[in-house]
């Protein structure tokens, strides 16, 4: 079955920085848009961040242009988000998800990552 383990959340001060990563098994990885989404106390879940299956195409949400970027790695398995200049109001549970190229929808979810800014 299909599994995505979030990791890298922690407590950080604003301005810092942290790496999030996504490891995934049970599907072929390579073949699948990658996301990052995030949801805050009280809010709905939000997008992020995509990449296309071989890295080539990245996507964000205009609140966080310029401050994350999403990268991956194949031959690990692997999705990782680099936040930098961190703000209080992205404190937030950070979600992974996977799409198979070609379809809409986020069916495979991780567990979430918390991440907490403190100002």
């Known amino acids: 079955q299909v599994q995505l383990v979030e990791s890298g959340g922690g407590l950080v001060q604003a301005g810092g920085s942290l790496r999030l990563s996504c490891t995934a098994s049970?599907?072929?990885?390579?073949?699948?848009?990658m996301g990052w989404f995030r949801q805050a106390p009280g809010k709905e879940r939000e997008f992020v961040a995509r990449?296309?299956?071989?890295?080539?195409?990245?996507n964000y949400a205009g609140s966080v242009k310029g401050r994350f970027t999403i990268s991956r790695d194949n031959a690990k398995n692997t999705v990782y988000l680099q936040i930098n200049s961190l703000k209080p109001e992205d404190t937030a549970i950070y979600y992974c998800?996977?799409?198979?190229?070609?379809?809409?929808?986020?069916?495979?979810w991780g567990q979430g990552t918390q991440v907490t800014v403190s100002s």
């Open positions: 990449i296309s299956p071989s890295g080539g195409s990245t």
């Open positions: 049970g599907l072929t990885f390579s073949r699948y848009n």
């Open positions: 998800a996977a799409s198979f190229y070609g379809t809409t929808g986020w069916p495979y």
